[in-house]
């Protein structure tokens, strides 16, 4: 999905709305020079040479996925020069290649532990007393996950992660058609699509100077994200003569073939548009200037004359109301000086810059980027980078996977291969029988077989079918064993009950102990998720620019978001990941905290029901703030309202009778 994160043209929407013809409108996308052209084909050789720099890694990527998704004899052996899968190599001996797909459940036992711990995200001001702020802005983040679902697509991303290393996520501003707005969006991307400087070695991207992505869109797509009349669409047109309009039916339905193929320059379907949109890190003269005003520092881009003429009306200011430019501490005798200006220095920085590109060079826009981090909208958590090398988890069990399936196909080979209760009989002995004719007796229960041992014929002999023990369970138990302990994921993670005599507390120091082998992993995507929100929270700030209603559910639904409660750059706020209050066991544990409180005394009833997480405990609140104004105010007696709460704490709690009392004594207490 390209996210159309541009301004939005106010004056196209007005003519569209008052029905004005724009037919006669010139084209918003410029024609490209040939000069720039040319600039712009050397340009994309580099990015060319960026993406096949990745083809190993994607190599790698795929070969994963295969084993997660069970086709797991595909890799290619070499067989008198000729080269083949190992399915089709054991197909030629007359084996059948057997498996057993042990590298899905480990997957599936990560996925449960990811979901079990996805933390909550929270705003934390660096300044004090800032607990308002604080809280709108986590509502907001909250809110603008929950819109995007990322309690879905956060787990598809963690597939990505365990699969590849790389999990990738982009955040921008664009309508959301679902709710017909414009919103924050968040999108995940298949590692396959992107392309960046491949030499990086910082773990954070600090290294990062390139990244792109490769789009696959219709023309209606094309349409809805570059044009705004239609000489654009007719210029969009003309850059794609060769690509057709009609859809064609492919053999890349729901499959991994589409990825496999894929190609920098051209698109799988004839029917769609290839766009390469990058981002790059480019040197800038830039002037950094400290305000002594109010002590902020910023990043200036215009002419330095436009901060000469502002000092020069500070110091007309000072001079009008003589105020001279030094002044005497009298306790330290230094000077001090009392006109406030902005200080400056030119110098070079780096700024980043944004080009959607044709495969031929074209540009359909561009632009410095339009955030207010200043940075690329992607996020991306290389795992884990290790001399300059980036690989998931789950390839680390591939060898193991492999074995096992070899071990098993081999077991099934040898017993396919050794008698079964063969029964030998000697040929003199048949006496006019057929062979078929004595073992379809010999198969009958309680059949009787008379046959002649003259002239030295032999007793008939059944071969019993027992087969050598070769070990092949050892083995393939040994394998699974591996497994577990090189993805960290022991029995007891995945729910496998355990063996007979085991305590409760050593399975639950085995759960435990698989949760401090995977600590690296969920604390590294934890690490994703938490520069993600981040930039979440920057275009937040930047784009939420009159007040909403956030729609979030939990305790503090329906939050106002004022933007003008926010009067420090976005750059004043960090961001952390706490324990989720998602989980019930949390908030069992916090209602049970909260309610020895009002026993104890420390808090009363109203505070309880606020910060309680009981699902009745707003309707209570409500309730009970009401009859404490009618008694205040006279109308009603406080027996009368004691009764009245309790009834309906009753109804609302569906409480059981013996648990009544106490209900009514907490009540009393806030009456």
Sequence with gaps: ?????????????????????????????????????????????????DWDSLHDFRQRYRRTCKFHRGRQWDDKVLVDGEWMTEDAYIREQGKLPLKQNIVRPLAKS?????????????????????????????????????????????????????????????????????????????????????????DIKDVRLKDLRRIGQIHDV????????????DADKAMLRELYSGITQEEI???YGLSPKRGENLNFYTANESHKCRVIEVWEKRAVNIVDCWDKADGSEFEFDGRVEVLDAINQERITEYKKYDIPEYSIDPKTGKKKREWLL????????????????????????????????????????????????VWGPIE????QQKYINRLITLWDFIMGTSAKNTLVLDKRS????????????????????????????????????????????????????????????????QGQTGNSGTPASKYAMEIQQTTLNNRDLMESFASFRKDR?????????????????????????????????????????????????????????????????????????????????????????????????????????PGQAVNDITQNFNKQANINPENLNAASEIVRQAA
């Design 1 to 49: 999905m390209i996210t159309d994160f541009s301004k939005v043209d106010v004056k196209r929407m007005t003519a569209s709305r008052l029905g004005v013809n724009q037919n006669k409108q010139k084209p918003t996308i410029k024609e490209t020079p040939f000069k720039e052209l040319s600039a712009n084909m050397q340009m994309m050789d580099t990015y060319r040479r």
């Design 110 to 198: 990560l996925e449960g532990l990811f979901r079990s711990e996805t933390g909550k995200s929270v705003v934390v001001s660096r300044k004090p007393k800032d607990s308002k702020t604080e809280k709108m802005l986590s509502n907001a983040v909250q809110y603008v996950l929950d819109i995007n679902k990322t309690r879905e697509i956060d787990p598809r991303t963690f597939d990505f992660f365990i699969l590849s290393g790389l999990p990738i996520q982009r955040i921008g501003y664009d309508k959301v058609d679902d709710y017909g707005r414009y919103d924050v969006v968040i999108d995940y991307i298949d590692p396959q699509y992107i392309f960046f400087n491949t």
């Design 218 to 229: 219709t023309f209606d797509e094309l349409f809805v994200h570059f044009a705004k009349n």
């Design 249 to 251: 039916i492919t053999q």
């Design 342 to 389: 902005i200080e400056y220095n030119e110098t070079v920085g780096s700024r980043w810059f944004y080009k959607y590109l044709t495969p031929m060079g074209h540009v359909l826009r561009e632009e410095e980027s339009p955030y207010d981090h200043k940075s690329h909208p992607f996020v991306m958590y290389p795992y884990p980078l290790i001399n300059g090398e």
């Design 396 to 399: 680390d069990i591939i060898d």
């Design 430 to 493: 048949l006496d006019g029988q057929s062979p078929e004719d004595i073992g379809y007796d010999y198969r009958q229960v309680g059949s009787t077989i008379v046959l002649d041992l003259a002239n030295g014929a032999k007793m008939p002999v059944e071969l019993g079918g027992k087969m050598a023990n070769l070990g092949i369970t050892e083995l393939i138990g040994m394998q699974l064993k591996w497994m577990q302990d090189i993805s960290g994921v022991q029995p007891a993670m």
């Design 533 to 637: 929100d981040m930039k979440v929270l920057h275009t937040i700030i930047q784009y939420y620019k009159g007040k909403r209603y956030l729609a979030i559910s939990g305790k503090d639904g329906d939050q106002l978001y004022d933007p003008e409660m926010i009067t420090d750059e976005a750059t004043d706020f960090n961001l952390v990941i706490s324990q989720s209050m998602d989980s019930p066991t949390y908030k069992s544990w916090v209602d049970e905290m909260l309610k020895e409180f009002v026993i104890g005394g420390l808090i009363d009833v109203e505070m309880f029901l606020t910060h309680s997480n009981l699902p009745f405990a707003d309707a209570l609140l409500e309730d009970l703030r009401n009859k404490k104004e009618q008694v205040q105010n006279g109308e009603l007696q």
